[in-house]
């Protein structure tokens, strides 16, 4: 067990004598009480937070929150419902193939965010890596498939980078970071 996941092991024994809402100990004070370094506390606190235990509010502190509630599932598959149900199952495959794109975005050639695409291979026939290189998207779609981007959605929430998401862009590990979701319509 690295020092990370220990110190994330122990702050969540602490968290069980607190109620939600309350404050958990300083960074400074955990880093004392567990003897190790005041990176590997924020890096477990930041996993901490972004698995959904703790709330950090600037200036403020870092409190505990509502547990999320665990229900045991049983999978069954959708042939076997059916069935059950004295139905015969059947399908029908409606799309098949879809193109992902993971793409370095640049500003002054310098790395500002790492972008996941996720589009109908049928939307972009012969879609290559090179198209994608130094071009806006949404200026590829209109140019060579005549779609045009008319309206869309987007949510916004706070996150901390993966150790892909650090290495590509350069930064250190559990850099805090937004992550945007964005669904376009034509």
Do not use: N, W
Not at 118 to 123: G, L, R, T, Y
Not at 152 to 171: A, F, M, N, R, W
């Amino acid at each position: 067990m690295t020092k990370q996941e220990e110190a994330r092991e122990r702050v969540l024994d602490l968290m069980e004598a607190l109620a939600v809402g309350q404050t958990i100990p300083s960074e400074r004070h955990l880093t004392q009480e567990l003897g190790v370094s005041r990176l590997t506390i924020r890096a477990a606190l930041d996993e901490l937070v972004r698995d959904g235990y703790l709330d950090r509010r600037h200036g403020s502190g870092t409190y505990v929150t509502e547990p999320k509630i665990a229900q045991p599932l049983t999978l069954t598959s959708f042939s076997d419902d059916m069935r059950r149900r004295g139905m015969v199952p059947g399908s029908r495959t409606l799309e098949l193939v879809v193109v992902r794109v993971k793409r370095l975005r640049l500003a002054d050639d310098q790395p500002m965010a790492m972008e996941v695409l996720h589009i109908p291979e049928a939307v972009v026939p012969g879609l290559t890596k090179s198209d994608l290189e130094g071009h806006s998207f949404y200026e590829l779609l209109e140019e060579r498939y005549g779609i045009v981007i008319v309206s869309g959605t987007q949510s916004i929430e706070p996150t901390v980078t993966s150790e892909e998401e650090s290495e590509v862009l350069g930064v250190p590990l559990h850099t805090p970071a937004f992550l945007f979701e964005r669904t376009t319509q034509s």
